[in-house]
Protein backbone atom coordinates (compact mmCIF):
# COMPACT_ATOMS: atom_id res chain seq x y z
CA UNK A 1 0.00 0.00 0.00
CA UNK A 2 1.48 3.42 -1.56
CA UNK A 3 0.01 5.42 1.32
CA UNK A 4 0.61 7.48 4.22
CA UNK A 5 -1.61 8.79 6.57
CA UNK A 6 -1.01 11.93 8.49
CA UNK A 7 -2.97 13.37 11.42
CA UNK A 8 -4.10 15.70 13.00
CA UNK A 9 -5.27 17.81 10.20
CA UNK A 10 -4.86 21.08 11.67
CA UNK A 11 -3.21 21.74 15.19
CA UNK A 12 -3.05 24.91 17.58
CA UNK A 13 -0.51 24.92 20.15
CA UNK A 14 0.51 27.74 22.40
CA UNK A 15 3.87 29.52 22.45
CA UNK A 16 6.34 27.32 24.45
CA UNK A 17 4.30 24.12 23.99
CA UNK A 18 4.76 21.02 21.83
CA UNK A 19 3.70 20.29 18.71
CA UNK A 20 3.47 16.80 17.79
CA UNK A 21 2.06 15.56 14.20
CA UNK A 22 1.92 11.79 13.52
CA UNK A 23 2.48 9.28 10.36
CA UNK A 24 1.47 5.91 9.59
CA UNK A 25 2.69 4.46 6.75
CA UNK A 26 2.10 0.34 5.40
CA UNK A 27 4.88 -0.43 2.78
CA UNK A 28 8.10 -1.72 4.59
CA UNK A 29 9.76 -0.42 1.49
CA UNK A 30 10.42 2.76 2.46
CA UNK A 31 13.47 3.62 3.34
CA UNK A 32 13.67 7.05 3.73
CA UNK A 33 11.29 9.63 6.12
CA UNK A 34 11.82 13.00 5.59
CA UNK A 35 9.52 15.95 7.04
CA UNK A 36 9.01 19.40 4.63
CA UNK A 37 7.84 22.60 6.64
CA UNK A 38 6.31 25.27 3.80
CA UNK A 39 5.26 28.57 4.82
CA UNK A 40 1.76 30.05 2.70
CA UNK A 41 2.22 30.84 -0.59
CA UNK A 42 5.78 29.48 -0.72
CA UNK A 43 7.00 25.62 -1.68
CA UNK A 44 7.98 23.05 1.14
CA UNK A 45 11.19 22.74 2.07
CA UNK A 46 13.10 20.18 4.04
CA UNK A 47 12.92 20.08 7.39
CA UNK A 48 14.25 17.28 9.35
CA UNK A 49 14.62 13.33 7.36
CA UNK A 50 15.18 9.74 9.38
CA UNK A 51 16.11 6.35 7.59
CA UNK A 52 14.31 3.28 9.57
CA UNK A 53 17.71 2.13 11.27
CA UNK A 54 17.29 4.98 13.85
CA UNK A 55 14.96 5.39 16.16
CA UNK A 56 15.23 8.98 16.78
CA UNK A 57 16.61 12.10 15.24
CA UNK A 58 17.05 15.19 16.69
CA UNK A 59 18.13 19.06 15.01
CA UNK A 60 17.57 21.73 17.52
CA UNK A 61 14.02 22.16 18.64
CA UNK A 62 12.56 19.30 15.80
CA UNK A 63 12.64 15.76 16.71
CA UNK A 64 11.62 12.49 14.77
CA UNK A 65 10.76 9.31 16.46
CA UNK A 66 10.55 6.28 14.31
CA UNK A 67 8.84 3.41 15.48
CA UNK A 68 9.40 0.47 12.63
CA UNK A 69 7.70 -2.31 13.90
CA UNK A 70 4.57 0.03 14.23
CA UNK A 71 5.60 1.69 11.27
CA UNK A 72 4.52 4.97 12.66
CA UNK A 73 6.61 8.02 12.71
CA UNK A 74 5.85 11.83 14.42
CA UNK A 75 7.71 15.14 14.42
CA UNK A 76 8.13 17.16 17.72
CA UNK A 77 8.35 20.43 17.77
CA UNK A 78 9.63 21.35 21.36
CA UNK A 79 9.57 24.91 22.87
CA UNK A 80 6.98 25.82 19.65
CA UNK A 81 7.15 29.37 18.26
CA UNK A 82 4.97 31.27 16.23
CA UNK A 83 7.42 31.52 13.49
CA UNK A 84 6.73 27.94 13.70
CA UNK A 85 3.23 28.60 12.24
CA UNK A 86 2.84 26.38 8.98
CA UNK A 87 2.37 23.40 6.87
CA UNK A 88 3.61 20.38 7.71
CA UNK A 89 4.14 17.15 5.61
CA UNK A 90 5.65 13.85 6.54
CA UNK A 91 6.41 11.73 3.45
CA UNK A 92 8.33 8.56 2.51
CA UNK A 93 10.09 7.15 -0.24
CA UNK A 94 10.21 4.04 -1.99
CA UNK A 95 13.04 3.47 -2.82
CA UNK A 96 15.91 5.84 -5.23
CA UNK A 97 13.17 7.24 -7.55
CA UNK A 98 12.54 10.56 -5.04
CA UNK A 99 8.59 9.41 -5.70
CA UNK A 100 7.62 11.12 -2.41
CA UNK A 101 4.43 9.68 -1.54
CA UNK A 102 3.45 12.61 0.73
CA UNK A 103 0.85 12.50 4.01
CA UNK A 104 -2.19 14.85 3.87
CA UNK A 105 -0.60 18.01 5.70
CA UNK A 106 -1.14 19.27 9.00
CA UNK A 107 -1.63 23.24 9.29
CA UNK A 108 0.41 24.37 12.64
CA UNK A 109 -0.72 27.50 14.27
CA UNK A 110 1.49 28.42 17.49
CA UNK A 111 -0.54 31.69 19.35
CA UNK A 112 1.87 34.45 21.51
CA UNK B 1 22.00 31.52 -5.83
CA UNK B 2 21.55 28.10 -7.11
CA UNK B 3 17.68 27.15 -7.13
CA UNK B 4 14.40 26.39 -8.32
CA UNK B 5 12.19 28.88 -10.55
CA UNK B 6 8.70 28.56 -11.76
CA UNK B 7 7.01 30.67 -13.72
CA UNK B 8 4.31 32.03 -13.68
CA UNK B 9 3.70 32.65 -10.28
CA UNK B 10 -0.38 33.40 -10.87
CA UNK B 11 -1.88 32.28 -13.90
CA UNK B 12 -5.53 32.80 -14.77
CA UNK B 13 -7.00 30.57 -17.58
CA UNK B 14 -10.40 30.51 -19.29
CA UNK B 15 -12.13 27.12 -19.81
CA UNK B 16 -10.84 24.50 -22.50
CA UNK B 17 -7.35 26.76 -23.19
CA UNK B 18 -3.84 24.58 -22.77
CA UNK B 19 -1.61 26.65 -20.47
CA UNK B 20 2.05 25.90 -20.02
CA UNK B 21 3.89 26.42 -16.39
CA UNK B 22 7.58 26.58 -16.37
CA UNK B 23 10.11 25.27 -14.62
CA UNK B 24 13.92 26.27 -14.49
CA UNK B 25 16.75 24.62 -12.23
CA UNK B 26 20.71 25.63 -12.04
CA UNK B 27 21.16 23.23 -9.23
CA UNK B 28 22.70 20.65 -11.95
CA UNK B 29 20.01 17.60 -10.74
CA UNK B 30 19.21 14.64 -12.67
CA UNK B 31 15.76 14.22 -11.24
CA UNK B 32 13.02 16.69 -11.70
CA UNK B 33 9.11 16.32 -10.63
CA UNK B 34 5.63 18.37 -10.37
CA UNK B 35 3.26 18.31 -7.97
CA UNK B 36 -0.16 19.50 -7.38
CA UNK B 37 -1.58 20.56 -4.09
CA UNK B 38 -4.58 20.98 -3.15
CA UNK B 39 -6.44 22.04 0.67
CA UNK B 40 -6.30 18.66 2.69
CA UNK B 41 -4.67 16.49 -0.29
CA UNK B 42 -1.02 16.68 0.26
CA UNK B 43 1.17 16.55 -2.74
CA UNK B 44 0.07 14.33 -5.48
CA UNK B 45 3.04 13.64 -7.97
CA UNK B 46 2.09 14.37 -11.65
CA UNK B 47 5.08 13.27 -13.92
CA UNK B 48 9.02 13.10 -13.25
CA UNK B 49 11.86 12.69 -15.20
CA UNK B 50 15.10 11.07 -13.74
CA UNK B 51 17.19 11.67 -16.91
CA UNK B 52 17.11 14.00 -19.98
CA UNK B 53 14.49 13.17 -23.12
CA UNK B 54 12.45 10.73 -20.49
CA UNK B 55 9.53 11.34 -17.85
CA UNK B 56 7.30 8.81 -16.30
CA UNK B 57 3.49 9.27 -15.54
CA UNK B 58 2.32 9.85 -11.40
CA UNK B 59 -0.23 9.22 -9.69
CA UNK B 60 -2.59 11.98 -11.48
CA UNK B 61 -0.47 12.38 -15.12
CA UNK B 62 -4.02 12.25 -16.95
CA UNK B 63 -4.97 16.23 -18.81
CA UNK B 64 -0.76 17.02 -17.91
CA UNK B 65 1.33 16.50 -20.24
CA UNK B 66 5.27 17.53 -20.20
CA UNK B 67 8.63 17.66 -22.08
CA UNK B 68 12.46 17.15 -20.85
CA UNK B 69 14.88 18.35 -23.73
CA UNK B 70 17.45 20.09 -21.26
CA UNK B 71 18.49 19.24 -17.91
CA UNK B 72 17.34 22.48 -16.81
CA UNK B 73 13.86 22.52 -17.52
CA UNK B 74 10.88 20.53 -17.11
CA UNK B 75 7.65 22.62 -18.49
CA UNK B 76 3.89 21.52 -17.39
CA UNK B 77 1.37 21.83 -19.75
CA UNK B 78 -1.86 21.43 -18.69
CA UNK B 79 -4.38 20.28 -21.08
CA UNK B 80 -8.40 21.36 -21.43
CA UNK B 81 -8.44 17.59 -20.98
CA UNK B 82 -7.76 18.29 -17.20
CA UNK B 83 -11.18 18.46 -15.45
CA UNK B 84 -10.15 20.22 -12.46
CA UNK B 85 -6.99 21.90 -13.25
CA UNK B 86 -7.42 24.62 -10.50
CA UNK B 87 -4.44 24.33 -7.80
CA UNK B 88 -0.95 25.12 -6.58
CA UNK B 89 1.27 23.51 -8.69
CA UNK B 90 5.04 23.02 -7.40
CA UNK B 91 7.88 21.69 -9.31
CA UNK B 92 11.16 19.78 -7.60
CA UNK B 93 14.46 18.42 -8.10
CA UNK B 94 16.41 15.98 -6.86
CA UNK B 95 20.07 15.38 -7.07
CA UNK B 96 21.24 11.44 -7.39
CA UNK B 97 21.86 9.61 -4.91
CA UNK B 98 19.40 8.05 -2.32
CA UNK B 99 18.74 11.01 0.28
CA UNK B 100 15.37 11.49 -1.50
CA UNK B 101 15.33 14.61 -0.84
CA UNK B 102 13.76 17.14 -3.29
CA UNK B 103 13.88 20.92 -3.32
CA UNK B 104 10.85 22.62 -4.31
CA UNK B 105 10.28 25.69 -6.42
CA UNK B 106 7.86 28.42 -4.78
CA UNK B 107 5.03 27.37 -6.54
CA UNK B 108 2.45 28.56 -9.51
CA UNK B 109 -1.04 29.17 -8.60
CA UNK B 110 -3.62 28.72 -11.56
CA UNK B 111 -6.96 29.37 -11.78
CA UNK B 112 -9.64 28.49 -13.99
CA UNK B 113 -12.19 31.23 -14.76
Known amino acids: QQQVKQSPQSLIVQKGGISIINCAYENTAFDYFPWYQQFPGKGPALLIAIRPDVSEKKEGRFTISFNKSAKQFSLHIMDSQPGDSATYFCAANPGNTGKLIFGQGTTLQVKP | DGGITQSPKYLFRKEGQNVTLSCEQN?????MYWYRQDPGQGLRLIYY???????QKGDIAEGYSVSREKKESFPLTVTSAQKNPTAFYLC????????????FGEGSRLTVL
Open chain 2, 92 to 103: ASRSKGNTGELF
Open chain 2, 49 to 55: SQIVNDF
Open chain 2, 27 to 31: LNHDA
